[in-house]
């Protein structure tokens, strides 16, 4: 069963959809979303009440409001570098979404949340806006697990030989190199039911 049909056979399907549209690319952005979910689904049922949630680079925010529908998140706030006007994100308890360049230090913009552990998410940061979002990951305390969908790349930040970058997806590549720096356990993975090619899932949870 795809996404798109998972999404629409959920109680709470016309509730998100009321929330986040409209979308640009509604299937696409509705697989991508719902494969991060599945990834968030073991560790937030693991311990029930526990994360709250942290979408970066958020645009409209649609797995951070399945999320809070969906999983026993204690809170989400999405974060982007603009406001997306035309939606009602008021009507998703739980949830905030705020402007914010995360670029800026991290306590300028990330000092308002919850005393709570949480869970990063980010999908299709392009360039240094995914290694950003691995820094905020990797230097928040609170920052338990990262599940982070990258998309364009940028300059490798390791060395590799020729041959493996000449044989080697790039996009692959630039997903691997982004878990080099990555802190605590982590897993690659490429969930084919995504609708989009940039469809690589890293996953990262500190020890």
């Known amino acids: 069963m795809s996404y798109v ?5 959920l109680k709470c399907a016309g509730d998100v ?4 549209c409209p ?20 560790i937030v049922l693991k311990e029930p009440n526990k994360y709250g949630l942290v979408d970066l680079c958020a645009g409209n925010a649609l797995a951070s409001v399945i999320a809070v529908h969906l999983l026993p998140i204690k809170w989400a706030i999405a974060f ?11 009507l998703v308890k739980r949830f905030k979404y705020r402007k ?8 300028t ?9 949480f869970i990063v998410i980010a999908i299709h940061p392009c360039k ?15 920052a338990k697990a990262l599940f982070l969908m990258p998309c364009c790349s940028a300059e490798l930040t390791a060395e ?3 041959l493996f970058i000449d044989s080697c997806d790039p996009y692959l590549l630039w997903a691997y190199d982004l878990t080099t720096w990555t802190d605590g356990r982590i897993s690659l993975i490429r969930d084919k039911n995504v609708m989009s090619p940039k469809n690589i899932i890293i996953t990262a949870v500190k020890k």
């Open 5 to 9: 049909d998972q999404l629409l056979m």
């Open 17 to 20: 959809l009321n929330a986040v």
């Open 23 to 42: 979308l640009r690319n509604g299937a696409k952005e509705i697989s991508e979303a719902m494969a991060i979910v599945r990834r968030l689904r073991p």
């Open 80 to 90: 982007d570098k603009r406001l997306r006007e035309g939606r009602h994100y008021e």
């Open 100 to 107: 914010a360049d995360i670029f800026q230090p991290v306590d």
């Open 109 to 117: 913009w990330l000092r308002r949340l919850p005393r709570d552990p």
């Open 128 to 142: 240094h806006l995914a290694e950003r979002c691995i820094y905020i990951y990797n230097e928040t305390k609170a």
């Open 160 to 162: 590799y030989p020729q």
